[in-house]
């Protein structure tokens, strides 16, 4: 499930924007889209800065789970939507503790682990926060194949998605700097037609 915030102009913002244009009130859908989709690229910029600091990664392992959807002259809709994938715990600079909650998997919900994290690189080269978290048994396959061993899960922060629903405070201040901006956009947008 992804969260997704649509911005629009309503329809008192449009006829102040034909009111503005004057003669040129015909090129009212373009400049409502052209603020609309400056306004749609800096909002998803700015949330996902937001949420890359709010987990301690880079903005680079959050660009792809924060995306941008333009509009056009017809539907004036811009979107951002978060997806709810979780990025490795490697990749933040936070240390997961024992009797911590963690998502032992991308999709799955957080547990509190009973077991004290540990950073490893395996066989394959793959580095990561692990976890014990089953009793022991018989490994069916790998190099451990026939050896009795607990079995590890990686541990993974919470997504940008989960972030943003359990963070009303980092919503409600990114929403506000976003309609602002949308704001400074429309006028930007008819001081360029006007010229």
């Not at 373009?30 to 903005?59: D, F, H, M, P, Q």
């Not at 066989?123 to 018989?138: C, M, N, T, Y």
């Amino acid at each position: 499930m992804s969260t997704t915030l649509e911005i629009k102009i309503d329809e008192n913002q449009f006829k102040a924007i034909e009111k503005e244009l004057g003669n040129l009130k015909y090129l009212a859908p373009k400049v409502a889209a052209g603020a609309i989709n400056k306004t749609v690229a800096k909002g998803r910029t700015r949330i996902a800065r937001r949420v890359a600091s709010e987990l301690g990664v880079s903005t680079r392992r959050v660009g792809n789970k924060v995306r941008a959807f333009k509009t056009n002259v017809r539907e004036l809709v811009g979107k951002i939507r978060l997806y709810p994938f979780r990025i490795p715990m490697i990749f933040t600079k936070k240390t997961p503790t024992l009797g911590g909650s963690y998502a032992l998997g991308q999709t799955e919900d957080p547990v509190v682990i009973q077991h004290t994290p540990f950073q490893q690189t395996m066989l394959s080269g793959h580095k990561g926060w692990f976890v014990r978290v089953d009793p022991k048994r018989v490994m069916e396959k790998g190099h451990y194949a026939g050896k009795v061993r607990e079995p590890v899960k990686q541990i993974y922060s919470e997504s940008p998605e989960s972030l943003w629903r359990n963070a009303p405070g980092m919503a409600s201040e990114e929403l506000e700097a976003v309609a602002d901006d949308l704001e400074k956009q429309v006028a930007s947008q008819i001081d360029r037609f006007l010229k």
